[in-house]
T-cell receptor, first 112, second 115 residues
Framework: GDSVTQMEGPVTLSEEAFLTINCTYTATGYPSLFWYVQYPGEGLQLLLKATKADDKGSNKGFEATYRKETTSFHLEKGSVQVSDSAVYFCALIIQGAQKLVFGQGTRLTINP | DAGVTQSPTHLIKTRGQQVTLRCSPKSGHDTVSWYQQALGQGPQFIFQYYEEEERQRGNFPDRFSGHQFPNYSSELNVNALLLGDSALYLC??????????????FGPGTRLTVT
């Protein structure tokens, strides 16, 4: 079946450090890929997305590239801020389906 | 423009009881999806409603049922509650796209605790 695997957390970094959160997927069809962020007490928010191979999604300094050959969609940011502390979820949706399939989430804490 | 709203925020129930959770979609949206997020896990898809019909269902037992009203709001019902039903229940709304996926906007969730 379709699944998403994220790197184990929690991840703790200092402000201005480089961030990578790994995400790989298994899909029966041709998926679109997403990163969602969940701040404390808030709902999931779409951070970025990519709908086809080699597409790069970007938002708020975060980037992720859809790599079909490695079935990956790693999240990166060059310089993290304390305000980036949250839980990050990688997700996919198969073309023609309507359900999002999520990874288990990675809790990120940024220390000043 | 109000986003997705859910009620109640928190709920405590006893094993065997029944619970109803409510969701109002973002203005202009006609499709509602429900997800269960256990502690420390990613959300899992329960089902989706469009035009007052269940359109797609995840791997959840029949104890989980839903309804969509003509104003597009939705309810999630869970019967015969188990301890394992304790979770954050998320509602997401979107436009219906059929074969096309439109962005799902999530509400803040209802935290259900079963004792």
């Amino acid at each position: 079946g379709d699944s998403v695997t994220q790197m184990e957390g929690p991840v703790t970094l200092s402000e201005e450090a480089f961030l990578t959160i790994n995400c790989t997927y298994t899909a029966t069809g041709y998926p679109s890929l997403f990163w969602y962020v969940q701040y404390p007490g808030e709902g999931l928010q779409l951070l970025l997305k990519a709908t086809k191979a080699d597409d790069k999604g970007s938002n708020k300094g975060f980037e992720a590239t859809y790599r079909k050959e490695t079935t990956s969609f790693h999240l990166e940011k060059g310089s993290v801020q304390v305000s980036d502390s949250a839980v990050y979820f990688c997700a996919l949706i198969i073309q023609g389906a309507q359900k999002l399939v999520f990874g288990q989430g990675t809790r990120l804490t940024i220390n000043p | 423009d109000a986003g997705v709203t859910q009620s109640p925020t928190h709920l405590i129930k006893t094993r065997g009881q029944q619970v109803t959770l409510r969701c109002s979609p973002k203005s202009g949206h006609d499709t509602v999806s429900w997800y269960q997020q256990a502690l420390g896990q990613g959300p899992q898809f329960i089902f989706q409603y469009y035009e007052e019909e269940e359109r797609q269902r995840g791997n959840f037992p029949d104890r989980f049922s839903g309804h969509q009203f003509p104003n597009y709001s939705s309810e999630l019902n869970v019967n015969a509650l188990l301890l394992g039903d304790s979770a954050l229940y998320l509602c997401a709304s979107s436009l219906w796209g059929g074969e096309i996926h439109y962005e799902q906007y999530f509400g803040p969730g209802t935290r259900l605790t079963v004792t």
